[in-house]
């Protein structure tokens, strides 16, 4: 039988929803991609050029930290990759969670939450910071989010 974990990053609240909601109907371990330090709202505010979350995202290079950890990552076979969409792409947050672990081999399948924008640029980047993985096809979940994972793992 195959292990399903659901990481997610949350700045707000809403792609942890989702992530909850894909863990339940897919019987999935979850982990929350929490930063050592929250956004603010401050943090958050796109259109001020010195927030946090701008400088970060001006910054390719750029790994916020997070708390905690993955208990025995090997056991995964398959791993939902949640975040909402920040200037077309994952937060860097999510960079880090991808380069601390090795997904070679395993099945990797993200899902964002989006005002609009959507995750074709992101899954692009993702790939990026592990071409190899086994990546599926992600989505947009604002809503009906257990429905299209179940259908993604053919169940």
Known sequence: MKKILVAYFSA????????KEIAEAT?????????????????LDWV????????EMNDPACRP????????MD??????????I??????????TFLERYDFSEKTLIPFATSGGTGIG??????????PNAN??????VNKGAAEWAKSVLGE
Do not use: M
Request: glycine share 8%; aromatic share 12%.
């Open 27 to 43: 019987g999935a371990d979850l982990f929350e991609i929490k930063p050592v330090k929250a956004y603010t709202a401050a943090d």
């Open 48 to 55: 001020d050029k010195n927030s946090r979350s701008t400088k």
């Open 121 to 130: 640029r992101a899954e692009n980047s993702l790939k990026d910071h592990c």
């Open 65 to 72: 930290e997070f708390v905690g950890a993955v208990t025995n």
């Open 12 to 19: 707000s609240g809403v792609t942890a929803g989702a992530a």
């Open 86 to 95: 920040w200037w077309y792409i994952e937060p860097r947050i999510v960079d």
């Open 75 to 84: 056991q995964y076979d398959t791993v939902f990759i949640g975040f909402p």
């Open 135 to 140: 990546w599926k096809s992600g989505k947009r």
